[in-house]
């Protein structure tokens, strides 16, 4: 038992949310194993990005218990919480790079946030490094304003794996990339795994990028869990709901 905890890196345990008289997760319980890509599917409305942002407590649930590297959020006080949190990188669906700042200095704001004590020389082959993990080493002072929509995606990236994090969060990260473009960040996605070790939330409606990077799949409906399991579980059921989503899906 002991060896089973000690590999899962997320633990979300019957936790709801609501707006209001919205009730957005009911319930929902789900682990994240240390190591492993997990991709959370669902239709729009479904809870999936509400579900990551409580797992980092940008929202608080109203109900249940969420662990994260062995220590339960839920109860953790500013300062511990915010130690926590620098062992996630997430990556938002709209890169959140900032517009005034050069590649460069985007990802160096971020470094020394985390890692205050951080040299400069050491800041700069950092810098250089992430770039390079994801194919940009070009683009170093380039404006955002000069990047495709696929290469600023590439540099939220490497900003967010530049401080090493243990989990990413993934929130639809090929939203609107053209299918190429998809494809090469759903396969870099899988290089980050490998590279850093990391354990991931995959949160897509691109079911190629799913299919690319998932480990497992989580299926979510009306703030539950509807299915569990292996891309080859998925395919073969017949349940309507599971079939007209992924038909759906490859279709669009």
Excluded at 23 to 45: A, I, M
Excluded at 138 to 146: F, W
Excluded at 178 to 195: A, G, R, V
Excluded at 202 to 228: N, P
């Amino acid at each position: 038992m002991k060896n089973e905890e000690n590999d899962i890196a997320v633990r979300v345990d019957n936790v709801s949310k609501s707006f209001g008289e919205h009730n957005v997760l009911r319930n929902l319980s789900l682990t994240l194993r240390k190591g492993e890509n997990l991709v959370v599917l669902g239709k729009s409305g479904t809870g999936k990005s509400v579900l990551i942002k409580c797992i980092v407590r940008l929202l608080e649930p109203d109900e249940g218990r969420i662990e994260v590297l062995g220590q339960e959020i839920t109860a953790l006080k500013t300062k511990d919480l915010n130690e926590v949190r620098k062992q996630v990188g997430f990556l938002f669906q709209s890169g959140a790079l900032y517009d005034s700042m050069t590649v460069r200095e985007n990802l160096a704001f971020h470094l020394r946030h985390i890692r205050k004590d951080i040299k400069r020389s050491d800041e700069e082959a950092k810098i250089v490094e992430a770039l390079e993990n994801v194919g940009l080493p070009e683009a170093i002072d380039k404006m955002p304003s000069e990047l495709s929509g696929g290469m600023r995606k590439r540099v939220s990236l490497a900003r967010t794996i530049i401080v090493d994090p243990e989990i990413m969060l993934y929130d639809e990260p090929t939203t609107g990339l053209d299918p190429i473009t998809s494809d090469e960040i759903s396969k870099l996605i899988n290089e980050i795994q490998k590279k850093y070790k990391t354990s991931s939330i995959v949160i897509t409606h691109d079911i190629e990028c799913a299919r690319t990077v998932a480990d497992r799949f989580v299926m979510l409906k009306d703030g539950e869990v509807y299915k569990e399991g292996s891309l080859k579980d998925f395919e073969q059921d017949d349940d309507p709901f599971v079939r007209s989503f992924f038909h759906q899906q490859v279709t669009n």
